[in-house]
């Protein structure tokens, strides 16, 4: 069975720094993966995805992610961040084997951006 | 850009009443899917749905749980007899074929048993 690991259920950076969220998967054959950003009371809002094109995959917001399938791994960084990426960050896979793809994902990260 | 639409966004019931939770998924998706997320832990999926039947559901979606897709354009969520453990947001998200364009989240709905 496919599982996410996200490592950090909290990251606290300040305004400005670097940011990098860690996400390595599960899964017997290659996936196809997300990253979703929520915001407080609203739902999930697709940050950029991985379909076996380019391997460093660019997103919304400045934030990019890289699939490196020897790491089984899809970080999520971005090179300066903003008090409006305050939010909690969720990894998904979902399974290419048959025609359902469910995602299933990660506990989530919550990123707090300091002044 | 074509958006899921789920109503309504707060729902409070009574432990035991039946609750019906909508979304209007995107026209020309063709999967359709229920998450759910108990506050303060990760996003579960429940059921998908396909070709106007289940195609696969979780452990999760026991008896009490069912969806329909009665008009070709809702597809529902229907609790029969709501436990305190349901309270919980409900994402309904729906994508096209092939996978690689993705899928697109409904902005939830907040089920609050009492």
């Known amino acids: 069975a496919q599982s996410v690991t996200q490592l950090g259920s909290h990251v606290s950076v300040s305004e400005g720094a670097l940011v990098l969220l860690r996400c390595n998967y599960s899964s017997s054959v290659p996936p196809y993966l997300f990253w979703y950003v929520q915001y407080p009371n609203q739902g999930l809002q697709l940050l950029l995805k991985y379909t076996s094109a380019a391997t460093l995959v660019k997103g919304i917001n400045g934030f990019e992610a890289e699939f490196k399938k020897s790491e089984t791994s899809f970080h999520l960084t971005k090179p300066s961040a903003h008090m409006s990426d305050a939010a909690e960050y969720f990894c998904?896979?979902?399974?290419?084997?048959?025609?359902?793809?469910?995602?299933?994902f990660g506990k989530g990260t919550l990123l707090t951006v300091n002044p | 850009e074509p958006e899921v639409t789920q109503t309504p966004s707060h729902q409070v019931t009574q432990m035991g009443q039946e609750v019906i939770l909508r979304c209007v998924p995107i026209?020309?998706?063709?999967?359709f899917y229920w998450y759910r997320q108990i506050l303060g832990q990760k996003v579960e999926f429940l059921v998908s749905f396909y070709n106007n039947e289940i195609s696969e559901k979780s452990e999760i979606f026991d008896d009490q749980f069912s969806v329909e897709r009665p008009d070709g354009s809702n597809f529902t969520l229907k609790i029969r007899s709501t436990k305190l453990e349901d309270s919980a947001m409900y994402f309904c998200a729906s994508r096209p074929d092939p996978v690689a364009y993705g899928y697109t989240f409904g902005s939830g709905t907040r089920l609050t048993v009492v």
């Open positions: 026209s020309n998706h063709l999967y």
């Open positions: 998904a896979v979902s399974d290419r084997r048959g025609s359902n793809y469910k995602l299933t």
